[in-house]
Each structure stands twice: as structure tokens, then as C-alpha cells.
């Protein structure tokens, strides 16, 4: 059975929110609001999906309180009721990206019903997009880590790309490193982009005791915050939905080696 859809009634007036709860009380999980800072606290109470909202209200517009939750709500579907003299400014909302769809009044409960199912849908179709943009870009990065796995498999173990330098201040770099190599301590590398942060790491590893074992670099920034946990640590099958064989994390596979964790900040 699918998840029920959250949608939240905004008016002022009691009415109104009566008649659009009605409209879609049977197929929907309704909440109402009779005010833009109401909507607000019932917003950052319980997921909602959709918002429909009247456009004249007191003290706060429709557009107002839709431009208000956008900052912290980005991702819903949000509509306005209103009269034809406020067309113009809802255009213009539109064109912000505030606005999904306005209806005018008087409106039609099926009118509303088909309005709202369709942009849910295409809600729907955006965010499964995201998931599969999100889950391509891990995929990405755990392909460039068994890729890693594989050419130092081929190499046994020669995984120091050479350090080319001519300076005394790499001299000293060089050899505070080495003076690392021996420990097992976790090391801060700190760089801009380009500076060749990852060299550095390749370096320790290369010269450490685990250098004939695996070196796994692993670009965190591209791995998003939901999928963190299965990805360092691995899952069982069947943990989660779409956990269809069992995977081990980063960190089991670079047991005995070197993990470095890349774009952290």
C-alpha cells in the first residue's frame, strides 16, 4: 500500500478550510492553518508534502508564508487560491519559483484534486531523479575505490606515485612524513584543492608498514548524508529498502591498509 500524501490547508477563514478539507480528506493526510505563522509551526512539526494556501490573508500573504517555507522547505509542492485581481504578483512568484500553480477562484474541488495529484507526481518524479543522481554519484565513488583495490592488486602493493619536487621546504615535508609512516596514528592533511593532498597520503602509506596492503581514497563530499552509515560501514541484505546483497563499508575493506578520507569538511 502507498504512503498517504501530507497536505496543509492555509485560510483565514473557516469556511474555506472546510471546504478544501473536505475536498481531500479521502485520499489525503490533512492538516489546516488558519494563518502563515501557524503554517509555519505545523511545517516544522510533521512532514507535509503539499501546501495549498489562500493568497489574502492577514499579516502574512500566501506568497509571503510560501516564500517563508521555501528557505527551510524547499522540496514541496506549493499552490494558491486567489482572486483575479492578484494575478500579476502571482506570476511573478512563479517565475521566482515560489509558486508551482495558482488557482483562481471560484474554484472546482475535482479541478483542485486533478491540480494537486498532478504536481505530486511530478514532485515524485524529481525526487526519485535526486535519489538516482545521489545513489550514481556513490556508485561513482565506490567504483573509483575497487578500481584502487584492483591496480594495486596489479601492482602488489606499489602504490607511491613519486613525490617530484626541488625545494628544501618539500625536504622537510618529506621528512616530517616519514617520521609518520611508522605509527598508527590518524593523520590531518590539510591543502586546497590541487595541492596534492592525496599524493601526500599515497606517500605515508607507500612508506608505512601497511604498504603492501589496500590504500582506499574516498571523496566524502560525494556521498550524500543518508547514505553515510552504508557506505563506511556496510550492510546486511534486506537492511533497507533496496539492500538487495550484503556490502561491505569502506572501512572493512581497507582493514589492514590505509582509508583516506578525502573532502571532509
Keep these: 500500500m502507498s504512503k498517504r500524501h501530507a497536505l496543509l490547508l492555509v485560510d483565514d477563514e473557516v469556511a474555506n478550510l472546510q471546504k478544501l478539507h473536505r475536498t481531500f480528506v479521502d485520499a489525503y493526510d ?26 489574502k490573508m492577514p499579516n502574512m500573504t500566501g506568497i509571503e508564508f510560501l516564500e517563508a517555507s521555501q528557505k527551510e522547505y524547499p522540496n514541496l509542492v506549493r499552490i494558491v487560491l486567489t482572486g483575479y485581481t492578484e494575478v500579476e504578483d502571482l506570476i511573478a512568484a512563479i517565475n521566482a519559483g515560489k ?26 518524479l524529481i525526487r526519485e531523479n535526486e535519489r538516482l543522481a545521489a545513489e550514481l554519484k556513490v556508485a561513482n565513488e565506490r567504483l573509483r575505490a575497487e578500481n584502487a583495490i584492483l591496480l594495486q592488486e596489479v601492482e602488489k602493493g606499489g602504490v607511491c606515485r613519486k613525490i617530484i619536487y626541488r625545494s628544501a621546504e618539500m625536504e622537510n615535508i618529506l621528512r616530517l612524513l616519514r617520521r609518520v609512516t611508522a605509527t598508527e596514528t590518524t593523520v590531518l592533511i590539510q591543502g586546497e584543492t590541487g595541492t596534492g593532498k592525496e599524493l601526500v597520503a599515497r606517500f605515508i602509506h607507500s612508506e608505512s608498514p601497511r604498504r603492501d596492503q589496500i590504500f582506499i581514497p574516498v571523496n566524502c563530499g560525494a ?15 534486506g537492511a533497507f529498502t533496496g539492500a538487495a546483497q550484503e556490502k561491505k563499508g569502506f572501512f572493512e575493506i581497507a582493514s589492514g591498509g590505509t582509508i583516506f578520507l578525502d573532502e571532509i569538511g
Excluded: N
Design 99 to 124: 509558486v508551482h500553480k495558482y488557482i483562481t477562484k471560484p474554484w472546482e474541488p475535482e479541478a483542485l484534486r486533478l491540480v494537486v495529484q498532478e504536481a505530486l507526481e511530478r514532485m515524485e
Design 30 to 55: 490533512v492538516y489546516q492553518a488558519q494563518s502563515g505563522d501557524e503554517a509555519l509551526e505545523v511545517l516544522r512539526s510533521r512532514p507535509i508534502d503539499a501546501i495549498i494556501t489562500d493568497q
Design 223 to 237: 556521498i550524500p548524508r543518508d547514505l553515510v552509515e552504508s557506505e563506511f560501514f556496510g550492510h546486511a541484505r
